[in-house]
């Protein structure tokens, strides 16, 4: 069948540029367990989101390839891919619309199911604080919300559609310690049910993670525990 189950990933010699003068990714390869949780650390410019679009199928490698459960990335069709893969952008988008809608985004999701996923992604505390909770309106004209708290919503939001495997590219800026010690426990609560692929810009929001990879001018130079790097 053609649906993402398990959501182990495998990268093979995987170079990629936006341009054809400039490789942003050189010869990667990587091996990423279902279940797993992998880190993903480099300097500004280094390719980390790039790989992430790569992954999201955003863009087409040039060479190499990328295979989840086995299967070749592009084989999967459209609606099956969306189900399974979520993601948490650098800067997530809230709409001028209540939690509830920000999290639901128009899929049928029970008001249970809501609660679920803004629990896992350690969200509801601030969400059911609000003054109307989760009919409190957010974004534009709404509830002020840090970018911090915009991205445990938009992990509640990723995980409200119970994928297989989440990426998320960390904030790079205004995110306070606590709520980036938050993502990091969510993240790590998720081992073992969702394949997590972490953009990491505080080693400590990742410290956990059962694979780090550091990636140098679009190299992959090292991987490994966050005590052995
Ligand atoms: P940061 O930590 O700042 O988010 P990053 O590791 O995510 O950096 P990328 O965004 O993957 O880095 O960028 C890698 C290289 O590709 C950079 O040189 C960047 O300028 C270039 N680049 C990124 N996106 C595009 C694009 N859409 N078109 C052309 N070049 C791009
Ligand atoms: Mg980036």
């Known amino acids: ?53 790569l992954l999201l199928r955003f863009y087409r490698a040039q060479s190499g390839q990328i295979t989840i459960d086995g299967q070749a990335l592009a084989s999967f069709p459209d609606e099956a891919f969306r189900a399974a893969v979520g993601l948490v ?7 001028a619309a209540s939690a509830r809608e ?14 679920a996923a803004a629990k896992a992604a350690r969200v509801h505390d601030f969400l059911s604080g609000l003054p109307q909770g989760y009919d409190t309106v957010l974004g534009e004209g709404g509830a002020r919300v840090s970018t911090g708290q915009k991205q445990l919503i938009a992990m509640a939001r990723a995980l409200a559609g119970s994928p297989r495997i989440l990426f998320l590219d960390e904030a790079t800026s205004n995110i306070d ?3 980036e010690q938050t993502v990091s426990e969510a993240l790590i609560a998720l081992r073992g049910r969702v394949t997590v692929v972490a953009i990491a810009h505080r080693l400590s929001t990742i410290r956990e993670a059962d694979q780090i990879i550091v990636l140098n001018h679009g190299h992959l130079v090292e991987r490994g525990r966050h005590q052995e790097l």
Not at 11 to 28: C, N
Not at 102 to 115: C, E, F, L, P, Y
Request: negative net charge.
């Open 1 to 53: 069948g053609h649906a993402i189950s398990a959501g182990a990933i495998k990268i093979e010699h995987l170079s990629f540029g936006y341009d054809a003068q400039r490789p942003v990714l050189r010869e990667l390869d990587l091996d990423i367990e279902a279940g797993s949780f992998i880190g993903i650390v480099g300097h500004t410019g280094s390719g980390k989101s790039t790989l992430l679009s």
């Open 177 to 179: 310690s606590a709520t």
């Open 89 to 95: 952008p650098q800067e997530p988008y809230l709409m």
């Open 102 to 115: 920000n999290i639901t985004m128009g899929r049928q999701i029970s008001a249970d199911a809501v609660i």
